[in-house]
C-alpha cells in the first residue's frame, strides 16, 4: 500500500485529497505547511509527495529542491498541485518535480497520476535491478580476463626463471660426476703417495681434507635438492596459472591441489602462538575432468587459505595453554560421486564459533563487490567459478569446536 504525504494547506484541497485517496486505500498524512511537511516526510518516509504549489504558505520549489537533496527521500515521487495561470508565472528550471497537476482537482486525472507515480517506481526499480544484474554479469567476465592476465604474467616469468634453474640443475648432475671422480682420484694419491711433503701435509692440516670431501658431494646432492625443489614451484606456477584462453580443457584435479598446496607451503610451519598446521590428503582415483583449470585452481586456493585463516583465528581466541595443545589440521579428500560428478572436500578443525557461510558467499551483492578485501569475498569469488561458470555445487558445513567443511561438486563434461 502506496504511503502518500499532502503537503497543503487549503483545507478544502485537503479534503478532497484525503477523499479521493482513502477509496484506494492509500496511507495518506497531511502537512499544512513546508516545515511540517519536511518533519513529516523524514518520519514517515512517503513514496508520493503531493505538494500545493498555489499556497503562499508553502514555498513548493524549495521543498522540491531539499526533498530531491535528501538520500533517504530523493526516491519520492513529487507531484505539483498548481493552477494553468500560476504554472505559467514559473521560471525556467530544470523541473525539480516528477509530475504537475492542474486545480481544480479532476477525479480521474489525479488518481491516473498516483497511479503513473507506482508504475514509474517500479520502472525505476525494474532498472536499477537490471544495472545490477549487468553488473553481475559483466563481473566473472572482469574476473576471467583478471585471472588470465595474471596467469599470462605469471607464467612468463616463470618461464623467464625455469630456464637458468634448468641449467644449472643439469650442470649440477655433471659437477656431482666430476666431483666424485676428483675424490676417488685424490684417494688414489693419497694411498701411492705414503711421505709426502711438509707443504702438502699443512695444507691437508688446514682444510682439513677428510671433512672437505665427505661434505663436498653433500652440498652438490643439497644443491640438486634446492634446485629441484625450484624447478617443482616453478612447474606448479605454470599449472596453477594455465591460460583458459582455449576454453573448456582436460584437468587432474589431483594435480591442481597439489599445485596449489605447494604454493601456500609457507603458510603451514609454526607461527607465533599457533604450531605446524598439518596436511592429510586421502585422494581418490579420479577422471579427468573438463574445465577452466586455472580459474578452478584460483577456487581451491581461496577455500584452503580460508581454512588456514581460520585455524590460525582459533589458535589466537584460545588460551595460551590450549593454543599450545591445538593441533590445526586440514583435510583434502577426493571421490567418484557418480558417473557424471567428483566431489573434493576441504575441511578443517578451527574451534571458531559456527557461521552461516555458505549464506554469505552465495550472496549476489557481496559478489557483486569486487573492492571488498575479505575473505568472504575471496570465497564469493570461488562459489561464482564453481557454481555458476562450471555448474557445479559449494556447500559449507560448520559446527561450534568441530571445524569447517567445504564440499565441492563438479560435473565431469561440459559439451
Same mark, same amino acid.
Given at each position: 500500500?502506496?504511503?502518500?504525504?499532502?503537503?497543503?494547506?487549503?483545507?478544502?484541497?485537503?479534503?478532497?485529497?484525503?477523499?479521493?485517496?482513502?477509496?484506494?486505500?492509500?496511507?495518506?498524512?497531511?502537512?499544512?505547511?513546508?516545515?511540517?511537511?519536511?518533519?513529516?516526510?523524514?518520519?514517515?518516509?512517503?513514496?508520493?509527495?503531493?505538494?500545493?504549489?498555489?499556497?503562499?504558505?508553502?514555498?513548493?520549489?524549495?521543498?522540491?529542491?531539499?526533498?530531491?537533496?535528501?538520500?533517504?527521500?530523493?526516491?519520492?515521487?513529487?507531484?505539483?498541485?498548481?493552477?494553468?495561470?500560476?504554472?505559467?508565472?514559473?521560471?525556467?528550471?530544470?523541473?525539480?518535480?516528477?509530475?504537475?497537476?492542474?486545480?481544480?482537482?479532476?477525479?480521474?486525472?489525479?488518481?491516473?497520476?498516483?497511479?503513473?507515480?507506482?508504475?514509474? !517506481?517500479?520502472?525505476?526499480?525494474?532498472?536499477?535491478?537490471?544495472?545490477?544484474?549487468?553488473?553481475?554479469?559483466?563481473?566473472?567476465?572482469?574476473?576471467?580476463?583478471?585471472?588470465?592476465?595474471?596467469?599470462?604474467?605469471?607464467?612468463?616469468?616463470?618461464?623467464?626463471?625455469?630456464?637458468?634453474?634448468?641449467?644449472?640443475?643439469?650442470?649440477?648432475?655433471?659437477?656431482?660426476?666430476?666431483?666424485?671422480?676428483?675424490?676417488?682420484?685424490?684417494?688414489?694419491?693419497?694411498?701411492?703417495?705414503?711421505?709426502?711433503?711438509?707443504?702438502?701435509?699443512?695444507?691437508?692440516?688446514?682444510?682439513?681434507?677428510?671433512?672437505?670431501?665427505?661434505?663436498?658431494?653433500?652440498?652438490?646432492?643439497?644443491?640438486?635438492?634446492?634446485?629441484?625443489?625450484? !624447478?617443482?614451484?616453478?612447474?606448479?606456477?605454470?599449472?596453477?596459472?594455465?591460460?583458459?584462453?582455449?576454453?573448456?580443457?582436460?584437468?587432474?584435479?589431483?594435480?591442481?591441489?597439489?599445485?596449489?598446496?605447494?604454493?601456500?607451503?609457507?603458510?603451514?610451519?609454526?607461527?607465533?602462538?599457533?604450531?605446524?598446521?598439518?596436511?592429510?590428503?586421502?585422494?581418490?582415483?579420479?577422471?579427468?575432468?573438463?574445465?577452466?583449470?586455472?580459474?578452478?585452481?584460483?577456487?581451491?586456493?581461496?577455500?584452503?587459505?580460508?581454512?588456514?585463516?581460520?585455524?590460525?583465528?582459533?589458535?589466537?581466541?584460545?588460551?595460551?595453554?590450549?593454543?599450545?595443545?591445538?593441533?590445526?589440521?586440514?583435510?583434502?579428500?577426493?571421490?567418484?560421486?557418480?558417473?557424471?560428478?567428483?566431489?573434493?572436500?576441504?575441511?578443517?578443525?578451527?574451534?571458531?564459533?559456527?557461521?552461516?557461510?555458505?549464506?554469505?558467499?552465495?550472496?549476489?551483492?557481496?559478489?557483486?563487490?569486487?573492492?571488498e578485501q575479505t575473505v568472504e569475498s575471496g570465497l564469493a569469488v570461488?562459489?561464482?567459478?564453481?557454481?555458476?561458470?562450471?555448474?557445479?555445487?559449494?556447500?559449507?558445513?560448520?559446527?561450534?569446536?568441530?571445524?569447517?567443511?567445504?564440499?565441492?561438486?563438479?560435473?565431469? !563434461?561440459?559439451?
Amino acid at each position: 500500500m502506496p504511503k502518500i504525504l499532502a503537503i497543503v494547506a487549503d483545507a478544502v484541497t485537503v479534503e478532497v485529497v484525503q477523499e479521493l485517496l482513502g477509496r484506494e486505500e492509500h496511507e495518506v498524512r497531511v502537512a499544512p505547511d513546508g516545515n511540517e511537511g519536511l518533519d513529516l516526510a523524514r518520519e514517515f518516509s512517503p513514496d508520493v509527495i503531493i505538494c500545493d504549489g498555489t499556497s503562499p504558505q508553502i514555498n513548493f520549489l524549495e521543498v522540491c529542491r531539499l526533498v530531491k537533496a535528501d538520500r533517504q527521500l530523493a526516491t519520492a515521487y513529487f507531484i505539483l498541485l498548481t493552477t494553468a495561470d500560476r504554472f505559467e508565472e514559473l521560471p525556467e528550471l530544470d523541473a525539480p518535480f516528477d509530475d504537475f497537476l492542474f486545480k481544480p482537482i479532476v477525479k480521474q486525472e489525479f488518481l491516473g497520476r498516483v497511479r503513473a507515480s507506482k508504475r514509474s !517506481r517500479e520502472l525505476r526499480a525494474q532498472l536499477e535491478l537490471t544495472q545490477q544484474e549487468l553488473q553481475l554479469s559483466r563481473d566473472p567476465m572482469l574476473q576471467s580476463e583478471k585471472m588470465s592476465t595474471l596467469g599470462e604474467l605469471v607464467s612468463g616469468i616463470a618461464h623467464e626463471i625455469n630456464n637458468p634453474i634448468t641449467f644449472i640443475y643439469s650442470n649440477l648432475t655433471h659437477v656431482q660426476s666430476y666431483a666424485t671422480d676428483l675424490i676417488e682420484l685424490l684417494r688414489l694419491y693419497q694411498k701411492e703417495l705414503v711421505t709426502p711433503g711438509a707443504e702438502i701435509l699443512q695444507k691437508q692440516q688446514d682444510m682439513d681434507v677428510d671433512f672437505v670431501l665427505d661434505d663436498l658431494l653433500k652440498i652438490v646432492s643439497s644443491m640438486r635438492t634446492g634446485s629441484d625443489r625450484i !624447478r617443482q614451484i616453478i612447474l606448479s606456477l605454470q599449472d596453477f596459472s594455465r591460460s583458459d584462453r582455449s576454453g573448456w580443457q582436460l584437468f587432474d584435479v589431483s594435480d591442481g591441489l597439489e599445485n596449489t598446496l605447494l604454493l601456500l607451503q609457507h603458510r603451514l610451519p609454526a607461527r607465533e602462538g599457533r604450531r605446524d598446521i598439518k596436511v592429510m590428503k586421502q585422494f581418490g582415483n579420479l577422471p579427468q575432468i573438463e574445465c577452466y583449470a586455472g580459474l578452478l585452481n584460483q577456487a581451491f586456493l581461496n577455500i584452503i587459505n580460508h581454512a588456514i585463516d581460520a585455524l590460525e583465528e582459533s589458535a589466537q581466541d584460545l588460551e595460551e595453554l590450549e593454543s599450545i595443545k591445538f593441533k590445526p589440521v586440514i583435510l583434502i579428500s577426493t571421490e567418484v560421486v557418480d558417473a557424471q560428478r567428483i566431489c573434493i572436500e576441504i575441511a578443517d578443525n578451527d574451534m571458531a564459533i559456527s557461521k552461516d557461510i555458505t549464506a554469505q558467499i552465495s550472496d549476489t551483492f557481496l559478489v557483486a563487490q569486487p573492492a571488498e578485501q575479505t575473505v568472504e569475498s575471496g570465497l564469493a569469488v570461488s562459489y561464482r567459478i564453481i557454481v555458476e561458470q562450471h555448474k557445479g555445487e559449494l556447500k559449507c558445513f560448520s559446527e561450534p569446536g568441530k571445524g569447517t567443511r567445504f564440499r565441492i561438486e563438479l560435473p565431469l !563434461r561440459h559439451s
